[in-house]
Each structure stands twice: as C-alpha cells, then as structure tokens.
C-alpha cells in the first residue's frame, strides 16, 4: 500500500544521454512507496532520445518536470534542480542507476521524526554480476538519535577504514532543503568542466554544517550501477585529488586535534582512488597512469573496508594487465 502523506521530496536527476537507463530509474522513483514526491529530470542537452524520453514520462506523470538545458555537465545540472526543487527535503539520483521501493519512506520517517538535517542509508555497487554491498557501520544502526556534525565527523576520521565511501557518495542521502538554503550549498562548477569529486564536496559541505544531526537507515536502498565502459572515457578523473585537499581543510578546521589523522585518510584515499585509476585502465586496455608501489599495497590492505578492493590491489601489483582482465571478468560473472 502506497503512502501520499508526509512532506514533499525533492529528487533530482540529471541526464545525459540516458536512453538505455532513464526509464528503469525513474520506473523505480515512481514505484515508491512514499508517493509525495517531486521529480526533475534535468536533460543535459543529451544527443540522444534522453530529452524525448523525459518528455513523455512526464506527461504520463504529472509528479515529473523535466528542464531541458545545454550541456554544462553534471554539477550545473544538479544545481539547477536544486533551484527549482519545492520539496521541503531534496534527493539525487544518477541516471543510470535504480533504488529500492521503501527507499523514500523510511529515510523521510526517520529525518521527520528526528528533526535532523541529513539521513543517510546503506547501498549496492554493482558490477555486472556482482553485488558489493555497503552497509550503516554497527556503531551508526545504534544509535537512534541525531548524531552531531562534530561527532560524525569525529569518527569518519578516526575510523575511516569502512566509512569514507558511506560519506563520500551524494545520493544515499535524504537533506533538509532549508539546510542548503541558509548554508548557500551548491556543486561546484568550472567552464569547461566538472570539479572531480564535487559529489563528496557537497555532502561533505551538508554534513559539515547540519546543526540538527545526522540520522541513519540500516538497510542497503541505492542501487549504484558500475560501468565500466562509461567509467573508462573518464579514467583521469581518478588522479585528480583536488577534492580531497578540499575535504581535509574542512575536516582540519572542525577537529585541529586530529590533523595527523586526517593526513594519514586523505593519504589513503589518493592511494585508493589510484589503485581504481589502475583497474579501469587494465579492464578497458588502456595505459595505466602509473605502478603501484609496496608502500601503497598495505595501505590498501590495512585500511581498505572492502574485500574486493584488497583483492584488486593484489592482483594489480603481482599480474600483468591481461591476466587482471581475465580474472576480473571471471570474478564479475560470480566464478570466482
């Protein structure tokens, strides 16, 4: 059964020549069960049918408005839904990807009810054939009221093994539009092209800031579809880590006594996001920006919260790009 009560949710979506994907994503939107939603596609002047696409699943939904814009990237799409957005809480999701059909109804019960200013919930990563699921840490799931900026914070840090990917992504996360207002929170834009990282620097700004708290949902509700195809037309955007300067000057200012902390998990993280610079580049048989060294190896192996992750670094390191490729692709039809 269908709920229609409760405030008006905001979920933004830009597209960009989506054809294949658009329709399962907002398929899965409409089949909520919290209905009171509000849904703007922002085309991205797409040179395919997205535009089209768009067009008739709002006439047969009048919840959708579509903005049809020039192409500007992901960021101005974004910010463009954020200015038309009515809902008193706003929601992203990627064009490609799906969600769960509890997804809106709990996180919108969970933040109504605290009065917090965020709520985060669990997600999949999927590969192909494999699911990677990412889960609310034990710590988070017990605690049932808001937790403060400074304590979230506080232990993003100290415990960054398993959390940074939880914090780092914009769409597993429910906002209090009135937080975004007052804080003037917006993604950062650039002529030509998109801040990389610019997702986390939005979260990170939100979460920065939410005086009411930070409120969780434990169960797993995004679907995050991996491709590799897409992801390897952008493999630069891995070595560039000026997000990650940007997420440390915030973090340096909130907790000043953790500064060799905070150090040590941005360090990680430029190594993390090297090692998945590496293993686009080996899938999609193109050069790799360069080796890994030991050094780098255990860090992934000490603070790596995933599996698969840990696994990747080592074959990275001891096999050649061919036999990388091979066992990739025997692990992402589940043989391995």
């Avoid at 909520?32 to 709002?58: F, H, M, P, R, W």
């Avoid at 997804?103 to 192909?128: P, Q, W």
């Avoid at 304590?151 to 780092?168: E, G, M, P, T």
């Avoid at 169960?219 to 000026?242: A, F, G, T, W």
């Amino acid at each position: 059964m269908q709920s229609s009560k409760g405030n008006l949710i905001s979920v933004i979506i830009p597209v960009y020549n989506a054809e294949k994907f658009i329709e399962k994503c907002v398929r899965s939107i409409q089949a909520q069960t919290y209905t009171n939603l509000e849904i703007i596609l922002v085309n991205d002047g797409s040179s395919d049918n997205s535009g089209v696409l768009c067009d008739k699943l709002a006439k047969a939904d009048n919840r959708i408005k579509v903005i049809h814009k020039q192409n500007g990237g992901t960021s101005a799409a974004r910010n463009i839904g954020i200015d038309e957005a009515n809902g008193k809480f706003i929601t992203f999701v990627d064009h490609d990807d799906y969600i769960e059909a509890d997804m809106y109804e709990r996180m919108h019960n969970r933040i109504d009810k605290t009065e917090a200013d965020v709520c985060m919930c669990g997600f999949s990563i999927l590969h192909d054939n494999y699911r990677r699921i990412v889960r609310i840490p034990q710590t988070y799931q017990e605690n049932r009221s808001a937790l403060s900026s400074v304590c979230y914070f506080k232990d993003l840090v100290q415990n960054f093994r398993a959390r940074y990917v939880l914090h780092s992504s914009i769409w597993n996360k429910l906002y209090k539009k009135e937080l975004i207002s007052k804080h003037r929170i917006r993604f950062q834009e650039r002529t030509g092209y998109n801040i990389t990282g610019e997702d986390c620097m939005f979260a990170t700004d939100c979460c920065a800031v939410a005086d009411g708290g930070i409120v969780f949902v434990d169960s797993s509700l995004y679907n995050y579809v991996y491709s590799i195809s897409s992801e390897s037309k952008n493999m630069d955007r891995y070595e560039d880590i000026e997000f990650l300067d940007y997420i440390k000057k915030i973090m340096l200012a909130m907790l000043p006594d953790e500064k060799s902390t905070i150090e040590r998990l941005i360090d990680v993280q430029t190594k993390m996001r090297l090692v998945t610079a590496i293993h686009v580049a080996n899938v999609s048989k193109m050069p790799p920006p360069r080796k890994l060294n030991w050094s780098t190896v255990l860090d992934i192996l000490r603070y790596s919260g995933s599996k698969e992750e840990r696994i990747s670094t080592l074959l990275i390191y001891f096999f050649p790009a061919p036999i990388y490729r091979l066992a990739y692709k025997l692990y992402s039809k589940g043989t391995i």
